[in-house]
């Protein structure tokens, strides 16, 4: 059993009936968050991290100008999708020749996204980790992954077809003959050599890609796994400031409990005692 432990409701406690015991994606460091919870430590400005995506994005391709924006908005996507009122996501589609940089660019936007992983398992395994875990998933080379059921379709592009609407569900029999239902709304990209159907590219922001003519390129991508991972702390701090707190936090536990008339700057408690909570 896990329990949240919150400073100002110290009766109140929250069960988790089947904790995740493996987690397909990469945790944060522990000691940012103590430091974090502890006040010890600021979660940058959304210009600072905007600048630091864009950056980051800029150093490991070579795109055309407009192609970084998207990457750095569909990277903050990720973190938003949690919110109540974001109905829908959209997705990034990459295309290119062979050697074009596609599955790099996958990569960069997996290491820094909320919770990203790289969608090489089956579809019900990835429907399973999306409905339980809200990971982003990064699917390398689509159109490879798409051999079709005996109904005629891929379940593998059912999900992701299905997952751009928050409600929409992906269902399945089980071998055994046990009806499965999994919420696999969230923030998807793919890249492709071949075509995709029409209607993921309607619900995607096309990357096109080129060979890159800059040689440092490929030299400079051996680095890109410790940047990323520096960024990706950044942003975690900067999602537990502004959305788990100012947007989750606020609207849910504070409108519940106004009610029990408190002190708001007491329930913060200042610095040294991050928002009241302790997890």
Not at 82 to 95: D, G, N, P, Q
Not at 114 to 126: E, F, K, T
Request: charged share 25%; with cysteine.
């Amino acid at each position: 059993r896990y329990f949240l432990d919150i400073d100002f409701l110290r009766d109140m406690r929250i069960y988790v009936p089947n904790p995740i015991k493996e987690f397909a994606f990469e945790l944060p460091n522990e000691k940012n968050i103590a430091a974090w919870v502890k006040g010890e430590i600021e979660s940058p400005s959304t210009n600072e991290m905007w600048r630091e995506l864009d950056h980051y994005f800029r150093t490991f391709t070579d795109l055309p100008e407009s192609m970084y924006p998207c990457l750095v908005l569909f990277t903050f996507q990720t973190y938003l999708q949690e919110i109540e009122h974001v109905e829908t996501v959209f997705y990034l589609s990459i295309f290119g020749s062979f050697g074009a940089g596609k599955t790099t660019i996958l990569e960069l936007l997996k290491l820094v996204a909320l919770r990203g992983i790289m969608g090489n398992a089956s579809a019900p395994l990835i429907a399973r980790m999306i409905h339980e875990q809200k990971v982003t998933v990064f699917f390398d080379e689509l159109d490879s992954k798409t051999q079709v059921n005996e109904d005629g379709d891929s379940e593998i592009i059912s999900i992701i077809r299905q997952g751009y609407r928050k409600g929409m569900k992906y269902m399945r029999m089980s071998k055994d003959l046990q009806f499965q239902s999994f919420n696999v709304f969230g923030c998807k990209a793919f890249n492709a050599h071949g075509s995709i159907e029409s209607a993921l590219l309607q619900r995607s922001l096309p990357i096109t890609t080129t060979q890159s003519t800059d040689a440092t390129v490929p030299v400079i991508n051996f680095e890109k796994r410790k940047i990323a991972k520096i960024i990706r702390e950044r942003l975690l701090l900067w999602y537990l400031d502004n959305i788990i707190i100012n947007v989750i936090y606020d609207t849910t536990v504070i409108d519940i409990y106004t009610p029990l008339s408190y002190n708001r700057d007491s329930i913060y408690g200042g610095m040294g005692a991050k928002y009241g909570a302790t997890v």
